[in-house]
């Protein structure tokens, strides 16, 4: 992984000390609160309805075991012992104090970590595959763009106060899995016509209120232009973005309105002005790749008879090694999904104990190094196939081996009303309710392959519009209800959910849900996904059963 | 007299700013910045004033319209109606790495301490700090964050060519 040079630690270091004195004149009065917000925001301070939440970046999701310890610590010392991992590959802390917020980044920046620009109306954490260096279908691992992207992005001068947030997401593989299309900007590797690599920009994706996928910008721009194109991106957004209402303020909808043509018109004129100016040298490409050169896998490993064996004598072995393991380019190896998932638990809360049992893990089992994901899991993507029955024995103890990956079940949801002031209704009890009702894994298994995200509201922070199933959570007179979209997906292509009718109340959102999956278990065919099921049969017979009158 | 933040010091300001609503029949005497607008319709009457003349443009004008005259401008003011309207920080850029701007660009309007840095770095090199704000304590601002990552307009390299 990439390693802080004096440069990057003088940087975070700095910042700090910035920091400290902020909240200092904050706290002394000489700092307004509307001025300190803006401030606090860009250093990942957020103030939500019991306590404040800081937000920690986890560039493009990598984290190495000593930083994962350093984030139990944080847990530990100016939290109640756990954290929580985000849909953007972040983790957040629920109940730090504003006085201790200085610390805590001082401790971060000891581990090469921060919470730069993690909100605030600016370029925010970069996002990724979190399979990238470990997946078979990967053109060019896309890590080293990612840190050449935090780079430039850190402390931009001229974007520090776009009209909003702006997020970026780069994939090197055939396989999208960093969602490209629901971001601000998405950047996909790829090889031209002559077999050169660089990248296809999309821009304008977005979840939220106005859900748009992002459209083709540029087919292919060379990797020297990188960041030339991002900058006439961000120049073009920063000077036309509206300001005047901020639900309308993200660059989806100045694309929307201009059109691709028009705007990309604009963003050529200015990339033409600046281009020359700012080439990638290829030499600090290299500097940067080198950080991500590959492991040092054992030579001829290969797959282990006695976890074959194991596999077939051991069901409950065996079902984790079919959900939650996954191929590795490297022969002998295979990815391996920690979830975050257990029944009872908050998707992606994880605890100070567990965090520390997942670095100890990741040094034994995976050259100390962990993901994050989207998902809301985390994932040790180097894990020797001889290594999995004990690494699973071990999970299991830490109740991190819940074999639901890709089901139902690994349903990912924001922190709603508990935590979030924005929310309308909770997120967190109705993940619960759901992961009560589908607790028995073989009806869960039956169920295939489902994808269920949930927000809170329509921020979208659990991209429901990009679920199999979506639930959104809707206020109604100081009630929590909760509507249902399905067929929505994010890949290499995509498509939002196609809202199913009125919304539901809480108590029935458990029940809606065996609703469409008996639609589905009644109308599927051999194989098919309920997805797939979806696209072949319509909506249609999902509204009839739920919204039936007759029980 | 005013104070203002020049080039990192604190000095005495005799331009006065015109306000934007502002009539050309009433204009102060003396060095002047007017609005883009009060240039646009009154050239001719400002070209025969005295006084030296600056222009002023918020995020709502476009640049474009003095691109071709930017040299005539010893000042170019551009405005912060609240100090989150991050607009002319592009602005800035532009006439600094476009449109080889190398006279005077001042911040105006909203200008707050804990903006000065990157106000600075994209081009900006005068700064009329906005009278809640303690002008001395300002001055320590610009050396919070050491490290350049970017090419803006006070560096021409990224920090990976100048290690």
Not at chain 1, 236 to 250: E, Q, T, V
């Amino acid at each position: 992984m990439y390693i802080y040079n004096q440069y990057d630690q003088r940087a975070v270091d700095e910042r700090v000390a910035q920091f400290r004195d902020q909240t200092r004149r904050f706290l002394a009065g000489e700092l307004s609160n509307d001025e300190f917000m803006t401030l606090r925001l860009m250093n990942g301070l957020y103030v939500q309805l019991h306590a404040p939440m800081l937000r920690v970046a986890i560039p493009y999701g990598l984290l190495s075991s000593r930083q994962m310890r350093m984030l139990a610590h944080i847990a530990r010392k100016y939290d109640k012992g756990y954290g929580h991992f985000t849909t953007r590959q972040n983790i957040q802390y629920n109940w730090p104090r504003i006085e201790d917020a200085p610390d805590i980044l001082a401790d971060l920046a000891s581990v090469q970590m921060h919470a730069i620009q993690t909100s605030g109306n600016c370029i925010r954490n970069v996002t990724s595959d979190p399979l990238a260096g470990a997946a078979a279908d990967e053109i060019e691992d896309p890590r080293p763009y990612c840190e050449i992207i935090r780079q430039w992005s850190t402390f931009h001068p001229e974007f520090a106060y776009l009209p909003r947030k702006f997020k970026i997401a780069v994939t090197g593989a055939s396989h999208d899995r960093a969602a490209t299309l629901v971001h601000d900007i998405g950047l996909r590797l790829v090889r031209n016509n002559s077999g050169e690599v660089g990248f296809q920009v999309l821009v304008g994706g977005g979840l939220g209120r106005t859900p748009i996928l992002a459209q083709t910008i540029r087919p292919f721009i060379e990797k020297e232009h990188l960041l030339s194109y991002l900058e006439a991106i961000l120049r073009i957004y920063n000077l036309h973005g509206r300001r005047d209402n901020k639900y309308k303020a993200r660059i989806k909808i100045l694309v929307q309105s201009l059109g691709i043509e028009r705007f990309r018109e604009k963003v050529e004129a200015e990339w033409h002005k600046i281009k020359d100016q700012m080439q990638l040298d290829a030499r600090e490409i290299e500097r940067v790749k080198a950080f991500f050169a590959p492991l040092p896998y054992a030579p001829g490993a290969g797959d282990d008879r006695e976890i074959l064996v194991k596999a077939g004598t051991d069901a409950a072995f065996n079902r984790w090694l079919k959900y939650n393991v996954a191929d590795h380019k490297v022969k002998g190896y295979r990815v391996v999904f920690i979830a975050l998932k257990a029944t009872g638990t908050p998707p992606g809360d994880i605890t100070d104990i567990q965090m520390d049992a997942v670095a100890e893990l990741a040094d034994r089992y995976s050259f100390g190094l962990i993901r994050a994901t989207h998902d809301q899991n985390l994932v040790l993507t180097d894990v020797k196939h001889s290594d999995l029955y004990t690494l699973w024995q071990a999970l299991a103890a830490q109740e991190l081996a819940t074999p639901c990956i890709g089901t139902l079940a690994d349903m990912i949801c924001c922190p709603g009303s508990d935590f979030c002031e924005l929310a309308n209704a909770s997120s967190i009890d109705v993940a619960l309710m759901v992961q009560q009702r589908f607790e028995q894994l073989d009806y869960l298994y039956d169920l295939g392959e489902l994808r269920l995200k949930m927000s809170g509201c329509m921020n979208g922070c659990g991209h429901h519009d990009i679920g199999h199933i979506g639930i959104l959570g809707v206020d109604k007179k100081g009630e929590h209800w909760y509507q249902f979209s399905l067929g929505g997906f994010a890949l290499n292509e995509g498509r939002l959910g196609e809202r199913l009718g009125r919304s539901v109340p809480k108590a029935e959102v458990a029940n809606t849900l065996e609703k469409l999956m008996c639609v589905y278990v009644d109308k599927r065919v051999e194989g098919e996904r309920f997805v797939d099921t979806f696209n072949r049969i319509g909506i249609e017979p999902f509204k009839e059963r739920v919204y039936e009158t007759n029980h | 007299m005013k104070q203002i933040i020049k080039q990192r010091r604190i000095v005495d300001d005799h331009w006065t700013l015109v306000a934007p609503e502002t009539e050309i029949s009433s204009l102060p005497s003396g060095d002047i910045i007017v609005p883009l607008r009060l240039w646009q319709t009154h050239r001719s009457t400002l070209e025969q004033r005295s006084g030296k003349l600056g222009v002023c443009l918020t995020g709502d004008d476009d640049l474009e319209a003095i691109a071709a005259e930017v040299t005539r401008f010893p000042v170019i003011a551009l405005s912060f109606p609240v100090f989150r309207d991050g607009r002319v920080y592009s602005f800035a850029r532009q006439l600094r790495q476009q449109y080889g701007y190398r006279g005077e660009i001042r911040a105006v309007g909203e200008v707050l301490r804990d903006q000065l840095l990157y106000m600075e770095r994209v081009g900006f090199d005068a700064f009329e700090v906005h009278p809640r704000q303690n002008i001395e304590s300002a001055l320590a601002a610009f050396d919070e964050l050491t490290v350049k990552y970017q090419a803006s307009s006070d560096e021409p390299r990224p920090l990976y060519q100048r290690y």
